[in-house]
């Protein structure tokens, strides 16, 4: 069984940093995909930074590209979301979650079959 739990969300104040941390437990594939998706109220859930498991591409979209950092602790089988520069622009429920590995990875929700539990990140002006 595939567990996800996220943990680092909080307050801050805009120009901020947070780390948030995903610990996955039971993934069986040592090569998947792994990312971090955010919902605000009102608005689409949307792919915030994607990274290959057991590969070597990253992918960050483009409102938070030399802001976010995405990374992996292999030996503590941790997912990592290093948010610096935070705007309020950025409040949102963050979640990690998890896919197969196909060939390649990308940041389209619905392809993710494993999730995490999500925690709040807010950023005050």
């Known amino acids: 069984q595939v567990q996800l739990v996220e943990s680092g969300g909080g307050s801050v104040q805009a120009g901020g940093s947070l780390r948030l941390s995903c610990v996955a437990s039971?993934?069986?594939?040592?090569?998947?995909?792994m990312g971090w998706f955010r919902q605000a109220p009102g608005k689409e859930r949307e792919g915030v930074a994607v990274?290959?498991?057991?590969?070597?591409?990253?992918w960050y979209t483009d409102s938070v590209k030399g802001r976010f950092t995405i990374s992996q602790d292999n030996a503590k089988n941790t997912l990592y979301l290093q948010m610096d520069s935070l705007k309020p622009e950025d409040t949102a429920k963050y979640y990690c979650?998890?896919?197969?590995?196909?060939?390649?990875?990308?940041?389209?929700?619905?392809?993710?079959?494993?999730w995490g539990q999500g925690t709040q990140v807010t950023v005050s002006s």
């Open positions: 979650a998890a896919a197969r590995w196909l060939g390649y990875c990308v940041a389209i929700a619905d392809l993710y079959n494993d």
């Open positions: 990274i290959e498991i057991g590969g070597v591409g990253t």
């Open positions: 039971g993934y069986t594939s040592s090569k998947h995909c």
